[in-house]
């Protein structure tokens, strides 16, 4: 049998501040975007004070006592520097590491044999501890979807798991299901989890005992391979490249509420710009863009709007001139005049892998050459720094930017950062 | 308090790029080494002379003199290996009651203590209440000899 695993680092930034400051051991953290000042990362200590994800941290205090929870802004090189080292050491012993965000990777497992799996696996987790300094739990099971179930128990339960859980036993994977709330389950989003539970259905185990057909008319043929998944039937690894990412998004929120068009705009492009950057270093293509913005909701005293659209490509594809030509074209459809905003993003959809694209009946561009012009910009910005050689709309040096007292300058020397201490 | 003067920052090393640099492979007794002697023109990658495990490896750069009897002086940068584990008389770079410092691990009868190499600073012994931790074993000094 086909054993997936999931590697998932626990609370990854504040983790991560930890390794450089052992003080905070032991103390409520929470990590806070760098724009917005929203929660991004909790301690344990944090969560059990009842701080929520995304709380913006002036309303820390309307949870617990503010002078109680260590607050640090976001550093994301280091956090990026650290993952690297965890998805490293992970590669050396396991096949087939495909890293799903920054703290979290899917592996295949090298053994048939159950006990030499979770042997290796506990091994694992004590090297990235030491090496790194980082904590992770692992889960693995049949499929992906189990895989990652089975990393929330290792999670849950550090002490008598070892930070590795395994779910492999049809009866081990009943008793688990049923105590999943099915909002916990990977690929149910809040906005499904709300529909299911209407319908009566609030844990894993009763969304296995839909019919399939059922779930498959009302929600979508991705729902039902979740409900597959679940009952042990590996399914997403039929297609990974599909599967490994269903989309790319790039979004930021800006320093100050913005009302230009322009400005918004040049945002939107170099949005644009990154993820069709990110397309070609993983081979891939998107079939659709979409562009939302959205006001400060902070901002009461200002008129809130929030939209998005989405456009189909004649042909998926990863071409910068593609991808921003479109985002253009769906920002026209967004953006409203007389509305401040606080927060743009572009998201690419329908991922499929860059071999063998289905050419579009009317499609006459020459796609041979656009991949080789990207491949001359991208090489060019590899070596010189990411804003060397742009298209032609794009202003990097734009209000939209993140405060400056953030913002960390790529550097080539030793000192890509320090910590304090 | 061990010593005060002492403090790290530390950082993660770039080796996106080969550091190559050739090798003179004579032994250096006294006298300049005649290129002749040995096997001249083996290159050699600084990144791989100096880093076994990237994935574990950090950087260092020591602000103090506790250590300068051990070859580490004011300024150096220190390599920091923490795949290694800690052994009697390594020398590492520790974490206890909030400060960073680089000492000498030593293990007597009594237990343990982090030992300074120079005479003015005193030996810290590590009571079993400390908040303390080895965080990586000191794997190599860099030192410029010329400033």
Known sequence: MKLYGLIDCNNFFVSCERVFNPMLNGRSVVVLSNNDGCVIARSNEAKAMGIPMGCPAFQIKTHCDPRQVVQLSARHIMYHDLSQRVMSIIGAEVENVDQYSVDEAFFTLPYEDIERNHVLLASLVAKIKQYVGIPVSIGFAPTRTLAKIASHVAKKHPRITDGVYWLVRPEAIDIILQRTPIGDVWGIGRRLSASLTERGINT???????????????????????????????????????????????????????????????????????????????????????????????????????????????????????????????FGNVFREGFSYRKAGVLLSDITSSHGIQLGLFDTKDYARQQRLMEAIDNINGHYGSHVVTLAPDDSKGEWRPEKSHFQESSRTLRIYTAML | MSDENLRLEISRIDDSESLSTTLFESKIQAGFPSPAQGAYGDAIDLNRELISNP??????????????????????????????????????????????????????????????????????YVSPESNFTVWGVVSHIIHHITR
């Not at chain 1, 679940?230 to 490249?241: F, H, T």
């Open chain 2, 55 to 124: 994935a574990a490896t950090f950087c260092a750069r020591v602000i103090g003199n506790s250590m300068i009897d051990a070859g580490i002086n004011d300024g150096d940068l220190l390599i920091i290996d923490k795949s290694l584990t800690p052994h009697n008389g390594d020398i590492a770079v520790c974490f206890i009651d909030g400060d960073f410092t680089v000492k000498r691990i030593t293990i007597k009868a009594d237990g343990l203590y982090l030992t300074p190499a120079n005479k003015q600073f005193p030996e810290l």
């Open chain 1, 204 to 330: 894993a185990a009763q969304f296995t005992q839909m019919p399939s057909a059922l779930v498959r008319r009302l929600y979508s043929v991705a729902v039902e391979r979740t409900q597959r998944e679940l009952k042990g039937e590996d399914c997403v690894s039929i297609n990974p490249v599909t599967v490994a990412h269903n989309s790319i998004m790039n979004s930021r929120t800006f320093a100050h509420v913005i009302t230009k068009r322009n400005e918004v705009r040049d945002a939107v492009v170099v949005f644009a710009k990154m993820c069709a950057k990110r397309l070609r270093d993983e081979h891939v293509v998107a079939g659709s863009v979409t562009v939302y913005i959205r006001g400060d909701h902070h901002r009461e005293d200002l008129p809130y709007y929030a939209n998005s659209f989405q456009i189909k490509l004649p042909t998926p594809s990863s071409s910068t001139m593609t991808i921003v030509q479109h985002a253009l074209q769906a």
